[in-house]
């Protein structure tokens, strides 16, 4: 047959039928048609829109966060959401069905990952270093190092660790590595939580790697130099250190915290009412109102000075009615001082395990890190260059829509960024407790394993 006649396609396709003739004649003249379509098949599968949600579980909230993963260094800000939720009681219903109306409008389970945080604080983190050993005992020597450090009891934890590379010590050459492990219950419940509406989770990891996604990403600054990120909680503080290149190093929990200079604004009040010879003139407290004050009248006093707020309520003006900022700031400056000698220990107990570190530059978070009087007080003591983490996930290079609707204050725009952190985790690079390292070098070994499948898996999903 002629394959050069105008005859309608069809009719040369019935015609090659009828008279039988070699089909590889007709696959060779339709092989550009063929291989256009397949093209377009996997460009649709390698192409596609991908997505990322971060969820960040704290004490009685969840923070949501949902990303256009544009291109690996550019991200787009598709949606924010908080919602109550106490993971006291992870079972409640209402809560869980919350959760439900949102997964079901963003979840799709061939573009998305979704990754979640524990609590913050529960977990073990340390750096080490363990001598160069054969691959098989080289797990061993890192769990038994990190065993010998913290005593955790092996059943109710779940271990991972990192190794960072190699450095030489005493001419012996040691792999330098940060390694984790967390409660097994912790992880539990979030798992149980995702379980229940229906949404499968990527990975579980914790705060400290949340930051660590960002300082990989660029979006918070090393200037080549070790930075500490100094977390100020209402109930406890945490201190993190990490590498220029991003490697979380250094973790520690502290008990100094914003509760601790409530306290002391409480503390010292209801010492002035208390003492009878006090002037009515020292710190304009009505003696017609010597009552004590609550730790809730401390809350919102501190808050007051914090915001920078020009009205009180009734009932705080007629306990306080022209102090200012300063006297309350002294108040609790001693709270600060046991804040700066915790941090400052804390730095010097780092730098003893590793030699040449010093650090370039603190950045704080928290509620509290916008008030300038305390960053700037921190920074005095501690002799180091300090300020507020600048990441905005709200800013106009990130926003995605003008139509979302964005929080107002600084403090509640920071206080996602932890959940925009763990959003851009990958098992390539973000300690997964669902996914550890012992599980991914037996996943890499399984004779049975296609690397051309596990290449395209790895490169469309994670």
Known sequence: MNFRDNTDSTEKILELIRKNNDNNNFLKSNSQH???KKSF???HIFFRKKYAIGFDFRKNSVR???LDIVSEQKHRLVLCKTIPFNLNDPDNEKQITDLQSIIKYEYNASNVTVWATIPKGKAEIRYFRVPKVPKKQL????????QTITSIEESKYIFDFEILGEVKEKDVIKKEIAAYAVLKQDIDVIK??????GCPVT?????PLALQNLIKYQYINTDNKNICCLYIGMEWSRIDIFFPNGSLVFSRRIRACTNSMIDEIAKNINQIKSTLDIPEQNFNIKKKNADFITSDHAHKIFFSLISNAKDLDSNLKEILLDINSKDIFGMFTPALKRLVWQVERSIESFQSNIEETHIGKIYVSGEIADYKPIIDYIGRNLEHQIEAIDFDPFSSDILNSDNMLLPESHAEKSGYVPAF????SRNFFTPNFMFTYKEKSLFLNSKWVNYSFFYSFFYSFF
């Open 192 to 197: 149980s939580i995702f379980s229940k509406i």
């Open 203 to 207: 990975g579980i990891s914790i705060h």
């Open 421 to 424: 952190g763990i959003a851009l």
């Open 64 to 66: 949501i966060v949902k």
């Open 139 to 146: 797990l061993k020597s890192i769990y038994w190092t990190f």
């Open 34 to 36: 063929y291989f256009k």
């Open 41 to 43: 098949s996997l460009k």
